[in-house]
């Protein structure tokens, strides 16, 4: 082997000199004081034009159109992020009209002929009927999305299944004490059998078969939508309420989008302040639940009798929800206990209503996290705290006004995030979500094509789920 060649110095007679710098008998021929200080002079004025020339184009130039800088910014990046392409599936009619129809025609409506007629009932899980509707606008109308519908399968990035999954769920004729009060001679439905009609037809499909499922998105909102047929569609991206009824392997925040309630009354329009709002606390709902829920019995108990705490069992009518209404619009601090999963709409309700949402859930999730900091705008309280007698009420009374207002502050500026009716709330925060899910889908397409086929014991890294440390950060 060679041995390495060593470097060898210029001789000494040699100099280097830059193309940027003066020929060596100019240097030779200026006094030597001279040359430095002008050349430090020179160094000193090219850097000040060069940092002038970056800050006038690139800091202080005036955006176009006489815009101010920040919606310039806002608009810039609306602009240059890609909108992800959505094909949204014309699915059958029973899986989508055909639910509505045979929701009222279980409740004593009539059949109707003309879909535009068919209203969908408003409840807390209407979000798959305002995503449906999104994407059924002209495009003109939708501008600042997230996602894209185009009518070409093969342009498309995410495949949406407008499945009413959650309506389906409740369509069959409501009972009272195991009696049908629907009449008799109505058509039964089956939601299992819909469901299992929606995955026949799927596996049908050249796109579903494609990728496994892991490009479509299904929305499942009530914990139980989908219960049977879930295993089938877990790869794709689910669109839920919480974990409460799913399985580690089934859903996780890593590859699924929390969804707000629709809430059920009506938004607060006043200004922030505690003039009118009396009591220190409320909460109206069903004092009995099952699992997690049954802290309800105990809050009850201990608070019931708390002179300034309003609460009361009440099952969903219109006369309930006046009086939540109410409640929510005179009160600081909004109680949201778990009910049989972790979360409910009540806690959507509080937050249109900018009372305090006061947070007894220990495994809840919340819809968008990235955007909302939850303890600018809640109180969170773990379960055995809360049930320690008097700890709660005061806890709540130790809260200062003026610390209600930041609270109350904070409620104004995000609860666009929870009106689905807004064009710029809840609908389209959703769609955003779902965009960002899109580079998870690519990566786990590619890395199942590549790997090897085998069964698991415990769940691969595409199925994490979280809430898994046991850390408490309550208080």
Same mark, same amino acid.
């Given at each position: 082997?060679?041995?390495?060649?060593?470097?060898?110095?210029?001789?000494?007679?040699?100099? !280097?000199?830059?193309?940027?710098?003066?020929?060596?008998?100019?240097?030779?021929?200026?006094?030597?004081?001279?040359?430095?200080?002008?050349?430090?002079?020179?160094?000193?004025?090219?850097?000040?034009?060069?940092?002038?020339?970056?800050?006038?184009?690139?800091?202080?130039?005036?955006?176009?159109?006489?815009?101010?800088?920040?919606?310039?910014?806002?608009?810039?990046?609306?602009?240059?992020?890609?909108?992800?392409?959505?094909?949204?599936?014309?699915?059958?009619?029973?899986?989508?009209?055909?639910?509505?129809?045979?929701?009222?025609?279980?409740? #004593? #409506?009539?059949?109707?002929?003309?879909?535009?007629?068919?209203?969908?009932?408003?409840?807390?899980?209407?979000?798959?009927?305002?995503?449906?509707?999104? &994407?059924?606008?002209?495009?003109?109308?939708?501008?600042?999305?997230?996602?894209?519908?185009?009518?070409?399968?093969?342009e498309a990035d995410l495949f949406y299944v407008p499945f009413f999954s959650s309506l389906s769920l409740v369509a069959n004729p409501i009972r009272s004490n195991n009696a049908v009060v629907a009449p008799v001679e109505?058509?039964?439905?089956?939601?299992?059998?819909?469901?299992?009609?929606?995955?026949?037809?799927?596996?049908?499909?050249?796109?579903?078969?494609?990728?496994?499922?892991? =490009?479509?998105?299904?929305?499942?909102?009530?914990?139980?939508?989908?219960?049977?047929?879930?295993?089938?569609?877990? *790869?794709?991206?689910?669109?839920?309420?919480?974990?409460?009824?799913?399985?580690?392997?089934?859903?996780?925040? !890593?590859?699924?989008?929390?969804?707000?309630?629709?809430?059920?009354?009506?938004?607060?329009? #006043?200004? @922030?302040?505690?003039?009118?709002? *009396?009591?220190?606390?409320?909460?109206?709902? *069903?004092?009995?639940?099952?699992?997690?829920?049954?802290?309800?019995?105990?809050l009850f108990q201990l608070l019931e009798k708390e002179e300034d705490v309003i609460i009361k069992h009440g099952a969903q009518s219109r006369e309930s929800r006046r009086e939540a209404r109410k409640g929510m619009h005179?009160?600081?601090?909004?109680?949201?206990?778990?009910?049989?999963?972790?979360?409910?709409?009540?806690?959507?309700?509080?937050? !249109?209503? &900018?009372?305090?949402?006061?947070?007894?859930?220990?495994? @809840?999730?919340?819809?968008?996290?990235?955007? !909302? =900091?939850?303890?600018?705008?809640?109180?969170?309280?773990?379960?055995?705290?809360?049930?320690?007698?008097?700890?709660?009420?005061?806890?709540?009374?130790?809260?200062?006004?003026?610390?209600? &207002?930041?609270?109350?502050?904070? &409620?104004?500026?995000?609860?666009?995030?929870?009106?689905?009716?807004?064009?710029?709330?809840?609908?389209?925060?959703?769609?955003?979500?779902?965009?960002?899910?899109?580079?998870?889908?690519?990566?786990?397409?590619?890395?199942?094509?590549?790997?090897?086929?085998?069964?698991?014991?415990?769940?691969?890294?595409?199925?994490?789920?979280?809430?898994?440390?046991?850390?408490?950060?309550?208080?």
């Amino acid at each position: 082997m060679n041995p390495r060649p060593k470097l060898r110095s210029p001789p000494p007679s040699s100099v !280097v000199i830059s193309p940027a710098s003066p020929p060596k008998s100019l240097i030779n021929k200026m006094p030597r004081k001279f040359t430095r200080s002008t050349l430090t002079l020179a160094t000193t004025l090219f850097s000040i034009l060069a940092l002038y020339a970056f800050f006038n184009t690139f800091i202080f130039s005036d955006p176009p159109n006489n815009v101010s800088s920040v919606s310039f910014s806002r608009n810039y990046n609306t602009q240059n992020l890609k909108s992800v392409k959505v094909y949204m599936y014309d699915l059958p009619r029973k899986f989508t009209y055909g639910v509505i129809e045979s929701y009222a025609l279980a409740r #004593g #409506g009539e059949k109707q002929s003309d879909d535009s007629l068919l209203k969908y009932p408003g409840n807390q899980h209407s979000a798959e009927w305002y995503l449906f509707s999104d &994407l059924n606008r002209p495009s003109l109308e939708r501008v600042g999305s997230a996602v894209t519908r185009v009518m070409n399968p093969e342009e498309a990035d995410l495949f949406y299944v407008p499945f009413f999954s959650s309506l389906s769920l409740v369509a069959n004729p409501i009972r009272s004490n195991n009696a049908v009060v629907a009449p008799v001679e109505r058509p039964a439905y089956s939601d299992e059998e819909t469901q299992e009609s929606l995955i026949e037809w799927l596996e049908q499909q050249e796109y579903w078969k494609r990728n496994n499922g892991w =490009d479509h998105v299904f929305i499942c909102q009530d914990p139980n939508a989908l219960y049977k047929v879930v295993d089938k569609v877990k *790869n794709g991206v689910l669109l839920i309420s919480d974990f409460g009824r799913l399985a580690r392997n089934q859903a996780s925040l !890593v590859k699924d989008v929390i969804l707000p309630y629709s809430h059920r009354i009506n938004t607060y329009t #006043g200004d @922030i302040g505690v003039e009118n709002r *009396n009591s220190l606390l409320f909460f109206m709902g *069903n004092r009995y639940r099952k699992e997690g829920g049954k802290i309800r019995d105990l809050l009850f108990q201990l608070l019931e009798k708390e002179e300034d705490v309003i609460i009361k069992h009440g099952a969903q009518s219109r006369e309930s929800r006046r009086e939540a209404r109410k409640g929510m619009h005179t009160s600081k601090f909004c109680l949201h206990p778990a009910g049989d999963t972790p979360s409910a709409c009540r806690l959507f309700d509080a937050i !249109v209503s &900018l009372c305090v949402p006061v947070i007894i859930s220990d495994h @809840i999730e919340l819809p968008f996290e990235d955007v !909302v =900091d939850y303890r600018k705008i809640a109180i969170f309280v773990d379960s055995n705290t809360a049930v320690k007698p008097g700890f709660l009420v005061k806890k709540l009374r130790k809260v200062s006004m003026e610390r209600v &207002l930041e609270y109350q502050r904070e &409620l104004k500026k995000v609860k666009h995030y929870y009106e689905y009716e807004d064009p710029n709330g809840t609908v389209k925060e959703i769609w955003r979500q779902v965009s960002l899910k899109l580079p998870l889908v690519r990566l786990m397409i590619n890395r199942e094509k590549r790997l090897v086929k085998r069964e698991f014991t415990e769940p691969d890294c595409s199925c994490l789920c979280s809430n898994q440390t046991g850390i408490l950060t309550t208080l």
